[in-house]
């Protein structure tokens, strides 16, 4: 596994120093600074796997690169550190999406039991996040479908379906090898009852186009003569 | 006694430094070399300092 990377923002250098020590002991992997804006170049360069933000620095408030980490498609984890007595800057860190706080004077044993926690529940969160939207994607020979995103991908490359073509093609690969009659098709379906049985073969011409090396030689939609239609085994 | 906010954000700085290198050194982290406890001392020292002068 990748060590994870930490960006300590902290602008007295002694701090940030002892901090360094114990999170290396950790395998982690330490960067610093001790300015709002280098924090700012840090995670527009390259985004850390956690921050570690004094939120009173010299140029600034540690707020500003608290909004920054944030922001929904960036989303890095976030301790503050704090002084005590700071409970404004503490309520408003949290409201603004920081994962947790340790107040000064702090212990770093603290920092890094907090620092290993916040990791871990982030780390787990991700992890079924991922196994949910892959048990959505379904995979037949060099085609994906993914369901969460409607989109599907031939050798990697997304192609553009039209809705029921998509639907056919969602309803075939669900049960591979299984024959679909065209009434059967046709029943999944028409919801809206647009689509007839001479138009759903030219919905699955089309959709071999976008899909097949060679339309007329499919290797995934196949024709079963008499019958219907139904997905090749993989 | 009250403490302004920018000199109670410096005593709770000068705190962490004392606490952080004395527990580095209980760790094993840190070596108790004579540079090391100095910074401690002198950590103290200054956080004593900024009390005086409230």
């Known amino acids: 596994m990748k060590p994870k990377r930490i960006l300590v923002v902290e602008d007295e250098p002694e701090i940030a120093a002892v901090l360094r020590e114990y999170l290396e002991r950790e395998g982690l992997l330490v960067e610093s600074c001790d300015r709002v804006s280098d924090a700012l170049d840090v995670l527009a360069r390259q985004a850390p796997d956690l921050i570690l933000l004094d939120v009173t620095l010299k140029d600034g408030s540690g707020l500003d690169v608290l909004r920054a980490a944030a922001l929904p498609e960036s989303r890095i984890p976030t301790i503050m550190l704090t002084a005590r007595s700071a409970e404004a800057d503490r309520v408003l860190g949290l409201e603004l999406g920081a994962d947790d706080y340790v107040t000064k004077p702090f212990s770093p044993r603290e920092v890094v039991a907090r620092v290993r926690s916040v990791l871990r529940r982030t780390t787990e969160a991700r992890s079924d996040k991922a196994r949910a939207h892959s048990a959505s994607v379904l995979r037949v020979g060099n085609l994906e479908i993914d369901r969460d995103f409607h989109e599907v991908r031939v050798d990697g490359y997304a192609t553009k379906l039209t809705a029921t073509e998509f639907k056919i093609l969602s309803l075939l690969a669900e049960h591979p090898g299984e024959v679909f009659t065209r009434s059967h098709l046709l029943d999944s379906l028409n919801d809206t009852g647009e689509i007839y049985e001479r138009t759903l073969d030219r919905h699955i011409n089309n959709l071999r186009k976008k899909i097949e090396r060679d339309p007329r030689e499919p290797e995934h939609v196949l024709t079963v003569y008499g019958v219907g239609y139904k997905m090749s085994r993989p | ?54």
């Open chain 2, 1 to 54: 006694m009250q403490l302004g906010g920018e000199r109670r954000h410096e005593l709770s700085n000068l705190l962490t430094i004392a606490l952080a290198n004395v527990e580095a050194m209980i760790d094993g982290l840190a070596e108790p070399t004579q540079a090391r406890l100095e910074a401690v001392a002198d950590a103290i020292r200054r956080a004593a300092e900024l009390i005086h002068e409230t």
